[in-house]
């Protein structure tokens, strides 16, 4: 099956920085690539996606980037804010027959200090 | 359009009792998954509902089990409850029949045993 590996498993960065998350995939089959958002005592929040068929894709100050060959995608996170904080997980899905539903990574403890 | 509903949101039970849990999916989506949380084995994937059949399912015992209603409403069910069943309990509804259709989650039921 499918296996996703995150890091950093913390990541703490000046308010105004940028931050960058990166997650490994092992199933070459894995073409959707969500991105969740959990804040303490709340639920996963789907912050934003990308399928196969693209390289990058952009929402406001997120944006993830996929390399198939490598089998990476990452997430980045410019001007953070104080409201970034949070737990932040990957995962991937494969299509077709059989597929099991989203493998997550373990999480990045993204701290913002102002 | 009001999100996904679990209830109840906290549960105590004891060893070796069953338990069972409640999610209405947004509505209008026709697909619910069902997942485990806990600190050291982060979201694990447990089964997938589309139309009342089961279309996935991942690596947990039989004393899982799920189905789904007509009206796409879901429940769990956890028989022979053991200590390492405490966990947060989510569940995510997505629209459509595609495998890759962004998945959003409750806020989970949080299920400790005793």
């Known amino acids: 099956g499918e296996n996703v590996e995150q890091h950093p498993s913390t990541l703490s960065v000046q308010e105004g920085d940028s931050a960058v998350i990166k997650c490994t995939y092992s199933?070459?089959?894995?073409?959707?690539f969500p991105w969740y958002k959990q804040e303490l005592g709340k639920r996963p929040q789907l912050i934003i996606d990308?399928?196969?068929?693209?390289g990058e894709k952009k929402d406001q100050r997120i944006a993830v980037t996929l390399n198939k060959t490598a089998k990476h995608f990452s997430l980045h996170i410019t001007e953070t804010q104080p409201e970034d904080s949070a737990v932040y997980f990957c995962?991937?899905?494969?299509?077709?027959?059989?597929?099991?539903?989203?493998?997550f990574g373990k999480g990045t403890h993204l701290i913002i200090q102002p | 359009k009001a999100g996904v509903t679990q209830t109840p949101r906290y549960l105590i039970k004891t060893r070796g009792q069953q338990v069972t849990l409640s999610c209405s999916p947004i509505?209008?989506?026709?697909?619910v998954s069902w997942y485990q949380q806990t600190p050291g084995q982060g979201l694990q994937f447990l089964f997938e509902?589309?139309?009342?059949?089961?279309?996935n399912k991942g690596n947990f015992p039989g004393r899982f089990s799920g189905r789904q209603f007509s009206n796409s409403r879901s429940e769990m069910n956890v028989s022979t409850l053991e200590l390492g069943d405490s966990a947060l309990y989510l569940c995510?509804?997505?629209?459509?029949?595609?495998?890759?259709?962004?998945?959003?989650f409750g806020d989970g039921t949080r299920l400790s045993i005793l």
């Open positions: 995510a509804s997505s629209a459509g029949q595609g495998i890759n259709q962004p998945q959003h």
């Open positions: 199933d070459s089959a894995s073409n959707y």
């Open positions: 990308i399928r196969s068929n693209v």
């Open positions: 995962a991937a899905r494969a299509t077709g027959g059989g597929a099991d539903g989203l493998t």
């Open positions: 509505s209008g989506h026709r697909s």
């Open positions: 509902y589309f139309s009342e059949t089961q279309r």
